[in-house]
């Protein structure tokens, strides 16, 4: 089933949209658009042709049987999908940090962040990514600092991200630390305690 739903979709053409330029040498497909330049070294099971008149790029499996060539299929083309979305228009992830006290703030090119630690966190920005501060610190526990990252690589913007989120993920009663934004944390109950005299 994943097979046959992977390669129903790498037969959907690629769109290339207007400002970006595809370049092609053997397996390896270079787009450069208004935000950057990316390649992909696409896998050998599968075939790409591009089509600068139609402004499409095609992926084609020569092994339709072949359960890793269906896979494969859908996969690349979800990854030539973002790499032209990435130097086109870009990936944003909009993040919020939770508990009074914590900030967050850019400097010499690392994410610094106060998180309640004895001492600031302090995470480096990978090359090709950029962090804008919209809200630097909390007021209280229920109004979140607030940054977004920027990027063309949707894996590594994914993969930093989650390294951000990892650094204080929300614990379960206040929902204090970092989150994606929009995310939602299922809080769970305080203890109760009891108190009474023995009869």
Known sequence: MYGELMSRIGKIPVVIP????????????????????????????????????????????????DRRAKAMHGTMRALMVNMVKGVSEGF??????????????????????????????EIPIPKGLKIKIDVPATKGNDIPAKFTI??????????????????????PYKGKGIRYSGEYIKKKAGKAFASGSAA
């Open 92 to 121: 944003e992830c909009k993040m919020e940090i939770y508990g009074s006290g914590y900030s967050a703030k850019e400097q010499g090119g690392k994410l610094v962040l106060t998180l309640g630690y004895c001492s600031p966190r």
């Open 18 to 65: 207007k400002g970006v330029k595809i370049e092609q040498s053997g397996q390896t497909v270079k787009a450069t658009g208004p935000l950057g330049s990316m390649q992909i070294d696409c896998h050998p099971l599968v075939k790409i042709k591009i089509d600068t008149v139609a402004g499409i790029m095609q992926l084609e499996n020569d092994n339709p049987q």
């Open 150 to 171: 920027f990027g063309i690589d949707k894996c590594l913007l994914g993969q930093f991200a989650s390294s951000v989120r990892d650094s204080k993920p929300p614990e």
